[in-house]
């Protein structure tokens, strides 16, 4: 049974950087596809970055340039380097795998984000 695990989250203050981290049981990372999504309260869960098996990573538009995804291998983690964080960057953060031999997709419980001063 495939289980993912975020951490990394807390509270940041604007300008601030985290780097979220999700260890996946059940299933390698390197053979998935993996993203990092995030809902704010009242809002939809929407995309933040994803890699591919083969390493092509995306991003939403609000984070070019601010985040990169990662993996470790060895240690079957992904990571979101999330760096001068704003405000509207405060969200619980979630990691999600999709099975490259299902096409079932797999979500963390996630971890809380907040940018506030």
């Known amino acids: 049974q495939v289980q993912l695990v975020e951490s990394g989250g807390g509270l940041v203050q604007p300008g601030g950087s985290l780097r979220l981290s999700c260890v996946a049981s059940g299933s390698i990372v390197s053979s998935n596809a993996m993203g990092w999504y995030r809902q704010a309260p009242g809002k939809e869960r929407d995309l933040v970055a994803q890699?591919?098996?083969?390493?092509?990573?995306n991003y939403a538009d609000s984070v070019k340039g601010r985040c990169t995804i990662s993996r470790d291998n060895a240690k079957n983690t992904v990571y979101l380097q999330m760096n001068s964080l704003k405000p509207e960057d405060t969200a619980v953060y979630y990691c999600?795998?999709?099975?490259?031999?299902?096409?079932?997709?797999?979500w963390g419980k996630g971890t809380l984000v907040t940018v506030s001063s």
């Open positions: 999600k795998l999709t099975s490259w031999f299902t096409g079932m997709d797999y």
């Open positions: 890699i591919t098996s083969g390493g092509s990573t």
